[in-house]
């Protein structure tokens, strides 16, 4: 990280600029969980309507499907903790 | 700053430090609160021993929480695992009471431990031990060999990654899952401290209690499904 003609203080600031652009866009990462959760539960719920019996185990299958969905989203949001408090481009 | 970090206290902090052959290690307060989980577990079972030394052919009070626990955890890993799972009721029970009791201590204000990428880490490694050991008990050298080089040889690297890739996703998924309502609950209450009455009380019931709950869950749910396969002959 050294740019020939810049100053620190200018260094830092425009890393921290990226790092924030840096991890709004990590979190776009969220759609996908979003749209899946929703294509689960909607799902389920068609199942629950037909076999309303079952509402117990479906339930359960649903909520255990969605958390392992939403790992990716998740990465995204660790990807953008990372660049907004650890800062790991800053150069001290 | 607004965002820095400070003031917002979800990160962790050393507590205090000491020398051990020249490096200095740090005790942090994921350490502190870890600590506290443990002395609660252990309490709670002593008191639960006492409770089931005397205990009557009729349970009453305690004994009935006790024996519903016990249940409900012997219940999920039967219904999993089938006919391996008397030896896996207690690792299975262990672990979920543990990571339960540590993602709920948000509530009582600690910084819950599961939180910190060193404490779900070693719990992703334990599982995947206990995976490579059944599979190695159960499929032979042989076997493991064969399922590496599934379809063709020229999978082996794949397949390598996708064995290796199970306990950074376990414990990265505990991990995020706990660490994403810390990191809310930390803003909430760091930058809406005026109007912050009451209602993040609603907060703490889906980012503690229901998110914390589902996770236990999902993560005992994995580990014993892994297991299973790994014990799988056909």
């Known amino acids: 990280m050294n740019f020939t003609g810049s100053g620190e203080m200018f260094n830092d600031a425009f890393i921290l600029g990226c790092s924030a652009i840096g991890a709004g866009l990590a979190v776009i990462a969220g759609i996908g969980p979003g749209v899946g959760q929703g294509i689960a539960a909607g799902h389920a719920a068609a199942a629950v309507g037909r076999n309303p019996g079952a509402k117990g185990d479906v339930t359960s299958t649903m909520l255990l499907g969605q958390a392992v969905a939403e790992t990716t989203g998740l990465y995204g949001l660790l990807v953008a903790m990372l660049l907004m408090f650890v800062h790991p481009f800053k150069t001290n | ?234």
């Open chain 2, 1 to 234: 700053m607004l965002l820095s970090s400070d003031d917002l206290g979800f990160m962790i902090e050393g507590v205090f430090s000491f020398n051990l052959g020249g490096h200095t290690l740090w005790i942090t307060t994921s350490h502190i609160c870890l600590l506290i989980v443990f002395l609660t577990l252990i309490v709670f079972s002593f008191f639960a021993k006492g409770a089931m030394l005397k205990a009557a052919e009729v349970p009453r009070g305690f004994q009935n929480v006790l024996e519903l626990i016990v249940e409900f955890l012997d219940g999920i890993v039967d219904s999993t695992m089938g006919k391996h799972a008397k030896n896996f009721r207690n690792y299975i029970g262990t672990i979920f009471i543990f990571i339960l009791v540590s993602n709920l201590s948000g509530l009582l204000g600690l910084r819950p431990p599961t939180a910190d990428y060193g404490v779900t880490f070693p719990l992703g490694v334990l599982t995947f031990t206990i995976v490579t050991i059944q599979k190695f008990r159960y499929q032979k050298v042989s076997g493991v060999i064969k399922g590496l080089c599934d379809p063709w040889p020229f999978w082996l690297p794949i397949n390598l990654i996708g064995d290796f890739a199970v306990p950074i996703s376990l414990s990265l998924r505990l991990f995020a899952n706990v660490l994403s309502g810390t990191v809310m609950m930390a803003l909430v209450y760091g930058l809406l401290k005026v109007i912050a009455y009451a209602w993040p009380a609603v907060l703490h019931v889906y980012f503690d209690m229901f998110s914390g709950a589902i996770q236990t869950y999902v993560f005992c749910m994995l580990t014993m499904t892994y297991i299973s396969g790994a014990m799988d002959t056909e």
